[in-house]
T-cell receptor, first 114, second 111 residues
Framework: RKEVEQDPGPFNVPEGATVAFNCTYS??????FFWYRQDCRKEPKLLMS???SGNEDGRFTAQLNRASQYISLLIRDSKLSDSATYLC???????????????FGTGTQLKVEL | DVKVTQSSRYLVKRTGEKVFLECVQD?????MFWYRQDPGLGLRLIYF???????EKGDIPEGYSVSREKKERFSLILESASTNQTSMYLC??????????FGQGTRLTVV
């Protein structure tokens, strides 16, 4: 079983639609969680951190469910510019001697169409 | 702004060559990471480091080694490059328990 799993998509949605992505993780000791966005041939960039209480940033809402070990990303009123790959990231916490192991999902591709 | 700089955007090397990929960050981050990204496989962690001279294997360390002699610099070494190491290599850094910032990536082709 992969440590972090995402549906690869693609999700093809019309402009203005609401779309949701889920991501499951296997390590119950994971400490922090993030959503990244990656455009074609570019490096990943942080979209938002995910907190236990849930958090919202404009049209984007992230939720964490520790009991079921998944995180979600909701995008409202999709724009053409939202087309990208969305990566779920899990911080599996300290290893022997310290440090953080950041594990990425394979990403979910979103295509927003006219 | 955090800056993570990788020494090359594109690199072509021959099979069997020793290859060095360099990464420098300017924000005094404790953690540094090397990933490779391949279609359909996503980002896979090769090695990471949480302090000078400290390193931990990631999920796919075979065929690679790393060096962290200074806090700001993390080098990935391919001891004897092979064609299956053709990939996009991404370096990242972070402070403890916070998000990672990425370099622009190095596209390595081994012929």
């Amino acid at each position: 079983r992969k440590e972090v799993e995402q549906d690869p998509g693609p999700f093809n949605v019309p402009e203005g639609a609401t779309v949701a992505f889920n991501c499951t993780y296997s390590n119950s000791a994971s400490q922090s969680f993030f959503w990244y966005r990656q455009d074609c041939r570019k490096e990943p960039k942080l979209l938002m951190s995910v907190y236990s209480s849930g958090n919202e940033d404009g049209r984007f809402t992230a939720q964490l469910n520790r009991a079921s070990q998944y995180i979600s990303l909701l995008i409202r009123d999709s724009k053409l510019s939202d087309s990208a790959t969305y990566l779920c990231v899990v911080n599996e916490g300290g290893v022997t001697g310290g440090g953080n192991k950041l594990t990425f999902g394979t990403g979910t591709q979103l295509k927003v169409e006219l | 702004d955090v800056k993570v700089t990788q020494s090359s955007r594109y690199l072509v090397k021959r099979t069997g060559e020793k290859v060095f990929l360099e990464c420098v960050q300017d924000m005094d981050h404790e953690n540094m990471f090397w990933y490779r990204q391949d279609p359909g496989l996503g980002l896979r962690l090769i090695y990471f480091s949480y302090d000078v001279k400290m390193k931990e294997k990631g999920d796919i360390p075979e065929g690679y080694s790393v060096s962290r002699e200074k806090k700001e610099r993390f080098s990935l070494i391919l001891e004897s490059a092979s064609t299956n190491q053709t990939s996009m290599y991404l370096c990242a850094s972070s402070k403890m328990d916070t998000e990672a910032f990425f370099g622009q990536g190095t596209r390595l082709t081994v012929v």
